[in-house]
């Protein structure tokens, strides 16, 4: 079993920075690609960055590519989304996720990823 926490949410203003970050517990010992989701008030979850076990292949989502960073930190056995230029429609609630590592790199596809966080707020003003 494999546990995900996030923090770093919070509220900020259009054109600022924030960085969540997602704990990863458990069987660690197994590899796991993480990923980042969001869901807006209304909305489906949808894909925003992903990270493969190895940290050499990340996806974004078009919309936040070249704004997000998605990096980790093995030692730590965490992940983060370093959030830049946010926008009022990045306001959502954030969740992490871990996906079984494949040769394929991290999916984008929610239906692919085994474990949950339990979510994070992010509120940008504008």
């Known amino acids: 079993q494999v546990q995900l926490v996030e923090s770093g949410g919070g509220l900020v203003q259009s054109g600022g920075s924030l960085k969540l970050s997602c704990v990863v517990s458990?069987?660690?010992?197994?590899?796991?690609?993480v990923g980042w989701f969001r869901q807006g008030p209304g909305e489906e979850r949808k894909f925003v960055a992903a990270?493969?076990?190895?940290?050499?292949?990340?996806r974004y989502l078009d919309s936040v590519n070249g704004r997000f960073i998605i990096s980790r930190d093995n030692a730590k056995n965490t992940r983060y989304l370093q959030m830049n230029s946010a926008k009022p429609e990045d306001t959502a609630v954030y969740y992490c996720?871990?996906?079984?590592?494949?040769?394929?790199?991290?999916?984008?596809?929610?239906?692919?990823?085994?474990?949950w966080g339990q979510g994070t707020q992010v509120t940008v003003s504008s």
């Open positions: 990270i493969s076990w190895s940290g050499d292949n990340t």
């Open positions: 996720a871990a996906a079984h590592s494949t040769n394929y790199g991290p999916p984008t596809d929610s239906y692919d990823y085994h474990y």
């Open positions: 458990g069987r660690t010992s197994s590899k796991y690609d």
